[in-house]
């Protein structure tokens, strides 16, 4: 079956068939980089992050853009309030929105933009629809005339007729026509940043930037434009009405909106104390990967319930995924294969495929795999299993985690790098000592604290082999000295058939 998305303009599924055969052109609207973005936004990179894989998965080349909103009102207020410029103030979110995106594995896009870094380009796109008749001045700001563009509203659905009067599209505070008009570009108010431009001074709209810089980098009619739900109106609508106007040109051809996330029942909210960013989630112990397993398992389009019981479960499902991986690899099996398994592994990543192709249904496809995980353990379990069936069971596996990316631990390693734990020291003179394990949450981490002592994994390994040597030794005193040192460096040790597996807590 072919990929199939659910497009918010047509109200229907739809299969997905890219403009040039070549290359699929994505634009994703990045964050406001004023604070630390919430696990709400981060449920929608995720939701990018998986179409993004899935489209490469598919075996088409990609050039996905997305921008960083880098001059709004909040950005102003908070960079003030700091004292510090826009560019400084912004930077240091930018940067925390890099390491979150690298602690929960998203992919880079092929392109990332600053708004204040295109500002030119948007001067271009309004003068353009000023000489069209699409945009007017007043007191210094220019605004889009809605009236003007008669598809207006066909993305959010919305009756113009049905926005009367008085209700505000857009909450700038400007003079305008009318009500249902939308600022392109915004006069400087006292004290404000603004940008000298043959427009006059002033500032870009928010809307307008995401326009410019998705026709700027991926042509005027492009494949994908996607985004939270939230988004779809004002924002998604004023954007088509703008490049539409000045183009000529059909804008988009799929737009995909990502459904809210809500925490324990109730709406995300400061207020209710239920507000949550990443860090937050760090700080309390949890792992960036639990966190985009969660993240990822229900389907887009639906909204995601987020609980601390679901993160732990999300936790116990990628250990149960690893804990099978890790038979597959290091248990012995007799000789010989079992074709029957092998047909259920080949299955399995049928039914995976098959369940993201039907509009990222990623719920069908964890499902698919676990099918596959619970079939093989009872098959190991029973003796019935085959050196020779491994392949196939890997093979799935690996197809899987190159959409899921969470089979590899790096949790460890990365909040370590990223400076939000502590890295755990051990020292090995005659006998094996630790610090206790530093799970200190440093708030804003910087890139690249120094890693001093950590125990490698090499280290770890050879403590291991030598607790397994003590073991057989019988003397278990010490076998048991070494495990309680390393468990207090934070390591875990499983005894089991295959030998003893180690894991970071
Ligand atoms: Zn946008």
Redesign the pocket.
């Known amino acids: 079956m072919p990929f199939r998305v659910y497009n918010t303009l047509s109200g229907q599924i739809e299969e997905f068939k890219p403009l040039h055969a070549s290359q699929v052109g994505m634009y994703t ?1 990045g964050p406001t980089v004023y604070d630390f973005a919430h696990i709400g936004n981060y449920r929608t990179y995720v939701f990018q992050d998986i179409l993004r894989r899935w489209l490469k998965y598919r075996g088409y080349a990609l050039r996905h853009v997305m ?1 960083l909103t880098d001059v709004d009102d909040n950005t102003i207020r908070n960079s003030q309030a700091a004292g510090l410029t826009l560019r400084d103030y912004t930077e240091k979110y930018i940067q925390a929105f890099e390491l979150d995106r690298q602690l929960l594995s998203l992919e880079d896009p092929e392109i990332v933009v600053r708004a204040t870094d295109s500002i030119d380009d948007m001067v271009k796109l309004i003068q353009t629809l000023v000489e069209k008749g699409y945009a007017y001045s007043s007191e210094g700001s220019i605004y889009f005339r809605v009236a003007a563009f008669k598809n207006y509203g066909q993305l959010a659905k919305l009756d113009l007729a049905g926005i009367r009067d008085g209700a505000r599209i857009d909450s700038d505070k400007y003079d305008k026509n009318d009500a249902r008009d939308f600022a392109l570009w915004k006069a400087p108010k006292e004290g404000e940043p603004f940008w000298e431009t043959p427009l006059g001074p002033g500032r870009p709209g928010w809307h307008i ?2 326009s410019v810089m998705s026709m700027k980098y991926l042509g005027e009619t492009f494949d994908i434009h996607s ?1 939270g739900v939230d ?1 779809i109106f004002p ?2 609508e004023n ?1 088509i009405a703008q490049s539409e106007a000045a183009t000529g040109k059909p804008f988009v051809r799929y737009w995909l909106h990502a459904e809210h996330l809500i925490v324990n029942g109730e709406k995300m909210s400061k207020s209710l104390g239920n507000f949550y960013t990443l860090r937050d989630l760090l700080a309390q112990g949890f792992k960036p990967s639990a966190i985009r397993y969660l993240l990822a398992a229900v389907p887009y389009r639906r909204h995601l319930n987020f609980t601390f019981e679901g993160l732990q479960q999300a936790q116990q499902s990628i250990e149960r995924l690893r804990n099978f991986r890790y038979r597959l690899t290091r248990e012995s099996f007799p000789a010989g294969e079992n074709t029957a398994f092998e047909e259920r592994a080949r299955a399995a990543c049928q039914a995976f495929e098959d369940a993201l192709d039907d509009n990222l249904n990623t719920a069908e496809a964890l499902g698919a795999v676990f099918t596959m995980v619970r079939d093989g353990n009872t098959a190991m379990d029973r003796g019935e299993f085959r050196a020779g069936d491994r392949a196939a069971f890997l093979e799935t596996l690996a197809r899987w985690d190159r959409i899921f990316c969470v089979l590899e631990d790096h949790d460890h390693e990365r909040l370590v790098k990223f400076g939000f734990i502590k890295p755990l020291t051990i020292e090995v003179a005659d006998r094996v000592e630790s610090t206790d394990a530093a799970q200190a949450v440093i708030g804003n981490g910087h890139p690249g604290a120094a890693v001093t002592a950590l125990p490698t994994d090499e280290e770890i390994s050879q403590w291991v082999a030598e607790r397994d040597e003590m073991r057989r030794k019988g003397n278990f005193a010490r076998a048991d000295e070494i495990r309680q040192n390393l468990h207090k460096a934070g390591v875990i040790l499983e005894d089991s058939k295959a030998g003893t597996r180690w894991k970071r807590k």
């Open positions: 609207c921008n930037e995401c985004g988004l924002h998604h954007e």
